[in-house]
């Protein structure tokens, strides 16, 4: 079974170094996840494409206990709905990204402890595929 | 400087679920009693400015109330769109295009988490099928790290959900009106961590109305006007932790909640140590303590001393949320913010009965927050 990326252009994928690609304004260095047409601190519209760092540190972080309203929530809901934990990702000098963590129970996840970028399933869609997105594991 | 407006009625439709009545049905009913209230008849009124999210055309109340051909303004600024509606009533009075006008909030939602297409909060649509898409959990993200930060404990949140519906108790206008324990908040379901069910408020029904005029002319309406000092809308600015944020930039800044604060502030020439009563955007009972500080009320991390003494009961020194707040009243977001109006002109005029601020408090202060990162803010005195 084939396994499709959550969207075009939001990580690279299949590979065996993974990143998240955000974007880098040539007039400012402002970097954006996930990559955008104009700078949102300068307003000009110079931006280039940029890989993301793999690793960084938590920043801020909560547990998603129900189910998102589905659609447009694309995981199990439901019964079948797993609680997950979420938080932002500071990669260092470039971005926060929020995302999906590996580790759900709030005694493990402390603000400032070290991440590293992996890729997961996410759920299926309507052609039978499995959907990958982009989560943060301890390391 | 002097005041340039003046609040003379006030409505309320009662907040909660009303089979058989309509988003507009409420509308009217706010307005009626507003009117009632300030004195005046349907057709003196010379502008209107209606706030709704599931209401497309606050304007077709008008079919209840009189065709009168009068101005009147729909907006939508998500949980800030009363204090728009009432900057707006507030401008057109200050610019002298009228001078006798209303603001009204109206909504009927359904139960559960706020949903929307994340294309229209200028969110990628992959944002929502990761479950990202969901005001909550920015909630307790936003908690989770002010309480590490600041050190705001478990049991401070469940003080301030359990404040609220005490005063929802003695709010007949109120939809949740039974008193929960700290006990059964802490341990009532986990849904965002740190935040429990009961420490969240609910989207519901109701309806809010404000009759304003120009200030000079507020004494041929009534002996206790109540002035608009200030009434300020503030987006984000880069580097704010906001809510549907995907990303956020490594610079860090203050929130759109401090900016309105502060513009708030200076237009009215009143600083924090002058307020008396206090209504703050409490969407979960982390948002009432994160936003004393950024309202300036005290600063960051003094709330846990502050709460567990009472300060921000209706007999302490700020008191904060008197009528319930949302957590007890729940959120009509067209209606939200002139419910906290309401209470703050009773409070003002010393008619707010059993939940009377003692003292005669003279300066009353009015907070929103909501997505996607915009606020308002309102000063009142007599
Ligand atoms: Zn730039």
Known sequence: MAQVPLAAGLFSWPSDDPRLLGSECSACAMVTFPSQ??????????????????????????????????????????????????????????????ARLMETDPAKLQNGMEMELVIVPLGKNTDGDDIVTFAFTAC | MNPEVAIIGVGLHPFGRFAGLSGIDMGAIAIRRALADAGVEWRDIQFAVGGSYEVDNPDAVVALMGLTGIQFTDVYNGCATAASALALAAQTIRLGDHDLGLAVGMDKHLPGAFSADPRNYACPSWYGEMGHFITTKFFGMKINKYMTDHGISHETLARVA?????????????????????????????????????????????????????????????????????????????????????????????????????????????????????????????????????????????????????????????PINTDGGLIANGEPIGASGLRQIHEIVHQLRGTAGERQVPGNPRVGYTQLYGAPGTAGVSILSL
């Open chain 1, 37 to 98: 047409d104009s700078c949102p601190r300068c307003a000009l519209t110079e931006m280039v494409s940029k890989p993301l760092a793999r690793r960084g540190r938590l920043w801020a972080w909560t547990t998603q206990n129900f189910p998102p309203p589905s659609p447009p929530y694309a995981g199990a809901s439901g019964k079948d709905f797993k609680p997950f934990a979420v938080g932002y990702v500071e990669l260092s000098g470039e971005v926060k990204v929020e």
């Open chain 2, 162 to 318: 359990a404040k609220n519906y005490r005063n929802g108790v003695i709010n007949p206008n109120a939809f949740r009106r039974k008193a929960l324990s700290e006990e059964e908040i802490l341990n009532s379901a986990m849904l965002n961590y740190p935040l429990t069910q009961y420490m969240f408020c609910s989207p519901d029904e109701g309806a809010a109305a404000v009759v304003l005029c120009k200030a000079e002319k507020a004494h041929l309406y009534t002996d206790t006007p109540i002035y608009l000092r200030a009434s300020t809308v503030r987006t984000r600015r880069l580097g704010a932790f906001e809510v549907h944020s995907p990303w956020l930039p490594i610079e860090e800044t203050v929130g759109a909640t401090v900016d309105a604060s502060r513009a708030a502030y200076e237009l009215a020439g009143i600083g924090p140590e002058d307020v008396d009563v206090i209504q703050l955007q409490d969407t979960d009972a982390g948002s009432e303590v994160i936003h004393m500080a950024e309202n300036g009320f005290c600063p960051d991390g003094e709330q846990e001393k502050l709460i567990a003494e009472g300060t921000t009961e209706i007999g302490g020194r700020l």
